[in-house]
């Protein structure tokens, strides 16, 4: 804003879009003999608000109002980059159908005064008079404003007017009514000083008030000399300048107690005022005033509105068959209460519970027996406390156990109650899966990915079940140890920046000017979360980051770092960076690649790299070797850290990264920095398997074709990273999106993706994320690691295997999957046949995952010797191979996903 938007957009990032606020503000008197209008003393009206959406709009609006003790005086400043027009013709019925602000005076009577001003400053002016019946009627023949003054400017369009504060039937002494509105149709934007929560401006009880100063209060106007830019957990810091002494109070209502967040006082002598707070806490109601003189000339205050919290469980789910590993409900949370936001918001503290209907054997964690069942004799209700509420899905942490059969079936209801209220009963169909534990891999490394252990006993838990690695993000050098001694590998990660969580790479930029990307016209260049990095930055804040994780390493043995960019640090690479340091570092890399050649500035030939195409594949190719050396960088820094507990089952220091490079497309490497370079920086590679295990195997033979044609020769280790159940549930038919496939949803999905996965070569297994683990996943992986131990040795020293080929007698696959509405690979056989080798053992899988009928496929493997070949997962042996007959047959029926161990003799 200046001021407003303070409040508007603090109100809508800390309460989210279901709050409404009634802002208030004092317009100043003017001082006698002023002349011309003393604009500077007047509180600035601006900061608005889109309707519906609530976000702040982004062409602003700006009134600044004041009064001689007749006359109210406006001026008026619209943002517009775009060309407006609109009729000079006075037509009260159609005038608001242009580009205008509308303003409405509202009395205690119910009247409303109301004043429209367009962008070609033409003014019409009505009143809209409350009959007894309650109906309005609009009387056009009140038209008392008088324009002084209009312009139209490249970017703006403002005007100058004044209104006799006796045909507004204005309350000197008390609060008026008042809200203005901006109908900005060349963006189709419609904004308001109040937050309105549907398109609708004649709406008085949502209006804001504004009062008439009086004499005493003199020349307080506030005047900010930048708009706050506010975000959830950021520290707020603005500048104020006022005329006379002023204090700022800024309180947040949180868990039903008044804190004062910060007050602020500017001293007699200074001129502004420098303010600075931390927003990190949520609330149930934001009051902010600015006092002057003793008087308050400004106040807002957001009382959120909302209803209580509803809560889903996920349709189908499994329930644990063991006692001593409770699986989560997955619970999907809807809710408006203040404080929150409809789909991430802060928490809020409120007593309420979770009610359980249950059927006998079935055990809820933390629960209390409240009495029977009205649905028979063999069920219970238990009642489970629960303090803080969210909006996000799956805060609540409902554990359920069952002490029935494996393969059980049943149904559970629940609801949610707190004081009067009573969510609707709902309810979930259950079944009951066992599993057991199982001998965690030697050197192939399962964890997860978004799992951060408290202690080693909560570890321990889940290592019974094949959880060898744990990811570590804090500085705690006895936790590392205890750890390592209890057997664990550790990697350092998930979402890794050097230095630590807060004060890593993305953060740099904030703090050092030097570490800011900049564009070819020597601009800052702006990411997801501020000021983009400068891949040549080696200043302060990169030496005290690498310092801090070396000694941390030194300590620990630490040896794997596992990062996590994805669009964090480098989202606008294609325009970045032309940083005086980038440039040196372009010159020498030119010395050294084009020996002899004349050096021509990228300042230069960027700008029409059409005219210089040698120079343009250049500055791609170098973009993407100085990116690949900001973390090469690290890694020699990293590089005599001595190993003296075996952190990771593999030698020398290794970083990795989620976000794989698309090596094959030179317009992908100029706009991101990653190429191959960049490639043979990382030593490993997570790869999300978050849809169906069709298109997870799909994308790695892909990704391997691409490889074999672009970086030949570069070796790069992939670990899987499947999610326990698919991102796309809730798609509707029809739908396309990264998670979306068109393959059938199946029970051992996710063993069929660790399957497909190691028979490709992935060198580990990183689950997604640990809150969706249910008794199905955890049976699936279960059963997927008692497999991989038997083949670990395969995975681990394996080449791919060429030649290996099977009949399709399902025909082809149309299509399986989309990326942001792309189909990405069509026209694939529907069998798929893929494999490695080490020596004289093969490991192949054979899968299908579409037609899901039975289906015996002949599948052709190459060579010469005699083998013997079995099913990893049961140890049958299903045929032999000889020189003359290199054809096994394989049944594809309730397995959908068949893992073949061949061994020469």
């Known amino acids: 804003m200046r001021l407003i938007t303070f409040c508007s957009i603090f109100a809508a990032l800390m309460f989210g879009s279901e709050l409404f606020g009634n802002p208030f503000c004092r317009i100043n008197p003017i001082p006698e003999n002023s002349q011309p209008i003393p604009w500077e003393k007047a509180v600035e009206i601006t900061g608005f608000a889109k309707v519906i959406s609530l976000n702040p709009a982004s062409e602003q609006t700006s009134l600044k109002l004041l009064h001689d003790g007749k006359n109210l005086y406006g001026k008026l400043i619209c943002q517009q980059r775009d060309k407006t027009s609109g009729s000079r013709i006075r037509d009260d019925q159609l005038l608001w159908q242009n580009n205008s602000v509308e303003m409405f005076f509202a009395n205690a009577a119910g009247d ?30 009140w038209s ?127 001129k502004n005022m420098v303010a600075e707070f931390d927003s990190r806490i949520g609330g149930n109601k934001c009051e902010m005033t600015l006092n002057a003189a003793g008087k308050t000339i400004y106040r807002h205050i957001a009382r959120p509105k909302g209803s209580f919290i509803e809560v889903y469980g996920l349709p189908g789910y499994y329930i644990s068959g063991v006692k001593d590993m409770p699986t989560e409900i997955f ?77 059980t079936k049943g149904r559970i209801w629940y609801q949610v109650r707190k004081e009067d209220y009573l969510q609707p009963e709902r309810y979930f169909d259950f079944t009951v899966e066992s599993f057991s534990p199982v001998v965690p891999p030697k050197r192939i490394p399962v964890y997860f990915y978004n799992y951060f252990p408290r202690n080693a006993e909560q570890a321990e838990q889940v290592r019974k079940y094949g959880i060898n690695t744990i990811l570590y993000r804090g500085f705690d050098v006895k936790w590392i140890k205890t750890f390592l001694q209890k057997g664990f590998y550790v990697i350092r990660g998930g979402y890794f920046w050097p230095g630590g969580d807060s004060n890593g790479y993305i953060n740099w930029p904030k703090w050092d000017r030097a570490a800011r990307a900049q564009d070819i016209n020597g601009n800052t260049v702006y990411g997801k979360g501020g000021p983009q990095i400068s891949p040549s930055y080696r200043g302060k804040y990169f030496v005290e980051g690498v310092k801090k994780e070396r000694e941390f390493a030194r300590a620990t043995g630490i040896r794997h770092f596992s990062f996590d960019m994805e669009q ?161 549930l809730y798609a509707k038919p029809g739908d396309s999106g990264f998670y979306t496939s068109p393959a059938p949803k199946l029970e051992d999905e996710l063993k069929y993706k660790i399957f497909d996965a190691m028979a490709y070569g992935c060198r580990g297994i990183a689950i997604w994320y640990y809150p969706k683990m249910t008794a199905r996943a955890w049976r699936n992986l279960t059963e997927a690691l008692r497999a991989v131990n038997k083949i670990e040795h395969i995975v681990l020293s394996g080449s791919p295997i060429d030649g290996l080929s099977c009949p399709q007698p399902l025909g082809i696959h149309p299509k399986f999957s989309c990326y942001q509405g792309r189909i990405v690979l069509k026209n694939q056989p529907k069998i798929l046949v893929h494999g490695i080798r080490s020596g004289k053992e093969s490991l192949i899988a054979v899968s299908e995952y579409c037609d899901l009928k039975t289906v015996d496929v002949p599948v052709s493997i190459p060579g010469t010797r005699p083998a013997v070949v079995s099913d990893v997962e049961d140890g049958k042996e299903i045929g032999t191979l000889s020189p003359g007959n290199r054809t096994v047959k394989v049944r594809l029926d309730q397995r959908r996903c068949r893992l073949l161990h061949i061994k020469e003799q």
Not at 112 to 132: C, F, P, W, Y
Not at 164 to 186: H, T
Request: aromatic share 12%; charged share 25%.
């Open 112 to 141: 409303v005064r109301h004043v429209l001003i367009n962008s070609e400053g033409t003014v019409t002016d009505m009143l809209h008079r409350k009959a007894a019946d309650g109906k309005m009627i609009t009387d056009i023949s």
């Open 144 to 270: 008392p404003v008088h324009m002084l003054r209009f312009a139209k400017e490249k970017d703006f369009w403002q005007a100058e007017f004044r209104i006799p504060l006796e045909a507004l039937d204005f309350d000197a002494g008390g609060n008026n009514r008042f809200n203005v509105a901006r109908n900005n149709f060349c963006r189709k934007e419609f904004s308001s000083w109040c937050p309105l929560e549907k398109h609708a401006w004649f709406q008085p009880d949502q209006f804001g008030t504004v009062s008439l100063a009086p004499d005493s209060v003199k020349t307080c106007g506030v005047q900010w000399d930048k708009m706050p830019n506010l975000k959830p957990n950021d520290k707020i810091r603005f500048t104020l300048a006022a005329a006379v002494p002023l204090t700022v109070s800024v309180k947040l209502d949180f868990e039903g107690k008044v804190k004062v967040i910060r007050n602020f006082k500017m001293k007699p002598e200074q």
């Open 331 to 407: 619970w999907q949370q809807f809710h408006t209460l203040p404080g929150g936001e409809l789909k991430r918001g802060l928490r809020v503290r409120t007593d309420y519970e979770i009610l359980f209907d249950l059927p006998e054997g079935i055990t809820v964690a933390g629960g209390k027996n409240v009495g029977p069942s009205s649905r028979g004799k063999n069920r219970i209700v238990v009642a489970v406390p629960e303090k803080f509420a969210f909006s996000a899905s799956n805060w609540l942490k409902s554990r359920l156990y069952a002490d029935l059969p494996s393969g």
């Open 568 to 728: 964090y640090i480098m989202p606008n690479a294609g325009i970045a960076c032309f940083r005086p340091e980038t440039l040196a570092r372009f010159e020498k890399w030119f010395a050294e690649k084009y020996p002899g050649e004349k050096l021509i500035s990228p300042k230069v030939f960027e700008k029409e790299p059409e005219k210089y195409p040698k120079y343009h594949s250049a500055w791609i190719a170098f973009k993407d070797y100085i990116f690949a050396d900001f973390f090469n960088e690290f890694k020699r820094q990293m590089g005599d850290i001595p190993d003296p507990g075996r952190s990771v089952p593999w030698d020398g220091v290794t970083i990795s990264e989620w976000s794989f490079p698309n090596v094959a497309s030179r317009e992908a490497i100029y706009n991101t920095m990653r190429g191959l370079e960049f490639l043979k920086a990382f030593s490993w590679f997570e790869r999300s398997a978050y849809s169906s295990a069709d298109v997870n195997i799909r994308t790695l033979l892909h990704l391997r074709e691409t490889l074999r044609k672009h970086a030949p020769g570069i070796p790069v280790n992939l670990i899987i990273c499947p999610s326990p159940e698919r991102l796309d």
